[in-house]
């Protein structure tokens, strides 16, 4: 489960880079760049291997 949820973050990171870099996708993007964003930290503080 912790390494899905860590692509998933990792995917959610990537789309807010292409929306932010040139569509607008309004604030969805945003909400999926805080959820792989603590996926993320989630995944840090458990000792998880990192990228």
């Known amino acids: ?4 949820l860590y692509g ?4 959610f990171i990537i ?6 870099a040139g569509y607008n996708a309004g604030g ?3 909400i999926l760049l805080v959820i792989a964003i ?3 930290i989630l995944r840090v503080i ?4 990192t990228l």
């Open 15 to 20: 789309l807010w880079l292409i929306g932010f």
């Open 8 to 11: 998933i973050a990792v995917i």
């Open 28 to 30: 969805i993007i945003h």
């Open 1 to 4: 489960m912790n390494n899905l």
């Open 46 to 49: 458990r000792g998880g291997k």
């Open 38 to 40: 603590i996926s993320v």
